[in-house]
């Protein structure tokens, strides 16, 4: 299990920008692969963005070019732009692959049209 705390969701219109912040370790990030998942009511979670730990990236086909995945101190961002209501969702971090028993609360993000 690992301690990762989400943050920075909130309501938002169509076209806008969030940066989602998951507060973690550096002992994590050093040795894990890190990912953004998103769960939208009534459907599965799913992997939007991931960055392993030479800082490769790769992302769902559709937040590419709109979302960008970045590790800092104890940290793992998700800088969010030109945001669509389909975006709406509940958004967590943890390692790629997840480790089961270390989801959080996640953040909710709600796109408004």
């Known amino acids: 299990q690992v301690q990762l705390e989400e943050s920075g969701g909130g309501l938002v219109q169509v076209g806008g920008s969030l940066r989602l912040s998951c507060a973690t370790s550096?002992?994590?990030?050093?040795?894990?692969?890190m990912g953004w998942y998103r769960q939208a009511p009534g459907k599965e979670r799913e992997a939007v963005a991931l960055?392993?730990?030479?800082?490769r990236t790769s992302y769902h086909d559709s937040v590419k070019g709109r979302f960008i995945i970045t590790t800092g101190l104890n940290s793992v961002a998700l800088q969010m732009v030109k945001l669509k209501p389909e975006d709406t969702a509940v958004y967590y971090c943890?390692?790629?692959?997840?480790?089961?028993?270390?989801w959080g609360p996640g953040t909710q993000v709600t796109v408004s049209s």
């Open positions: 943890n390692t790629w692959p997840a480790m089961d028993d270390s």
């Open positions: 550096e002992s994590i990030l050093r040795f894990n692969n």
């Open positions: 960055i392993d730990v030479e800082n």
